[in-house]
């Protein structure tokens, strides 16, 4: 009966330089040779008084729904923002509803807010104090709120006594946390990868092994800060891909990508987020009458945009529980979504010199 009328999804998008229409494929490309868009980053440094400002590095990101991607942006922000930074740009343009949950996942470690990831700290050095006086502590001091210590004595005691000495000492030569996790991921990638095996059939050196890799793995669980205020360049590097969820029950999933990374000033610390580029609306059509659709039934998922979209007149007869705008957003139809609050323009009212993109291949 009803037959599925939306249109092909339309994947070109608009450049926002210098506004010519251009296949979603090749926009990764068209940013790095748009000619407004590399005079628009010329001006970048005389537009900060004397052009002695200092200079900043950014992210060139491209994000699209993972399961829509007609919808799609590419965005340019400071290095130095943080994933809640990122976090709440989405939720303004693209997903904020009811203020669901959200989190980032990045290789394997998953970014969020929720209260279980911050739970180390406090409580730690409680137990630390009880255990008062001889101190394995290794004290490390990040002078911020929320900074991870390294607490030898709230890990199994069976696998810190395996560790020979040399290696404890060298634990407690790292004066700030960022340091000793670069140091302890990096032993983490040099156990062998059949080491479990080894250790199962039982050579003492191989279980010694062992128990170090699982010690490693707690630590690193224990100090690396998961929470939404590590800064982009602490958590991507360019060509990265990640994903970010919005909503753990109606999820909208975005998948992102580090296309590339410049030097350049920051003009407004404000408004230091750009939109680049972004997706031509797609047009769906109305199910019962093939008109230009205008809204959609609520409660269906994503698919409600292609299963139930109505146009006005049709929508008066048909039976929905309730409804929601079409609008430009990979969450559109989705529990209460009507759109962005704030609109972003990505104007390029900023500056600088050459512009250094190490870009990876746009790869669909
Ligand atoms: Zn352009
Ligand atoms: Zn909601
Ligand atoms: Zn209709």
Redesign the pocket.
């Known amino acids: 009966m009803k037959k599925t009328t939306a249109e092909k999804p339309n994947l070109k998008g608009l450049c926002y330089s210098c506004n010519s229409e251009v296949d979603k494929s090749k926009m990764t490309q068209h940013l790095k040779y748009c000619k407004q868009r590399a005079a628009a980053i010329a001006a970048e440094a005389s537009a900060k008084d004397d052009g002695t400002a200092a200079k900043t590095k950014f992210f060139h990101i491209v994000a699209e729904g993972r399961y829509n991607p007609q919808y799609w942006m590419h965005i340019e922000l400071p290095a130095t923002d943080d994933l809640e930074d990122l976090d709440i740009f989405f939720r303004d343009t693209w997903v904020e509803?009811?203020d669901?949950l959200s989190a980032f996942q990045i290789g394997d470690i998953s970014y969020s807010d929720d209260p279980e990831d911050l739970y180390f700290g406090d409580e730690i050095e409680e137990e630390g104090d009880a255990g008062a006086g001889d101190s394995e502590d290794v004290d490390v001091d990040e002078g911020e709120e929320g900074a991870k210590a390294l607490n030898l004595e709230s890990l199994p005691p069976g696998l810190v006594e395996a560790m020979t000495p040399e290696f404890l000492l060298k634990l407690q030569e790292f004066d700030n946390t960022d340091d000793l996790v670069v140091f302890l991921r990096e032993e983490l990638q040099s156990f062998p990868k059949d080491l479990v095996f080894r250790a199962l059939r039982g050579g003492e050196e191989d279980r010694r092994l062992a128990l170090k890799q699982m010690l490693v793995a707690e630590m690193i669980e224990m100090l690396e800060d998961r929470s939404l205020g590590v800064a982009l360049e602490k958590a991507l590097k360019v060509g990265q891909k990640f994903r970010y969820e919005y909503?753990f029950g109606?999820t909208t999933e975005l998948s992102l990508r580090v296309a590339g990374a410049r030097e350049g000033v920051l003009v407004d610390e404000e408004d230091d987020i750009h939109v680049l580029a972004r997706n031509i609306p797609p047009e769906y059509k109305c199910v019962r009458c093939g008109k230009p659709a205008t809204k959609v039934a609520a409660g269906y998922d994503y698919w409600g945009v292609i299963e139930h979209a109505y146009c006005d007149a049709c929508s008066r007869k048909a039976k929905e529980d309730g409804w929601l705008p079409i609008v430009n957003s990979p969450r559109v139809g989705v529990?209460?979504?009507t759109g962005e609050e704030e609109a972003y323009f990505g104007e390029a009212e900023w500056e600088d010199d050459d512009e250094e993109d190490e870009e990876d291949e746009e790869d669909e």
């Open positions: 509803c009811c669901h909503d109606s529990c209460a979504y």
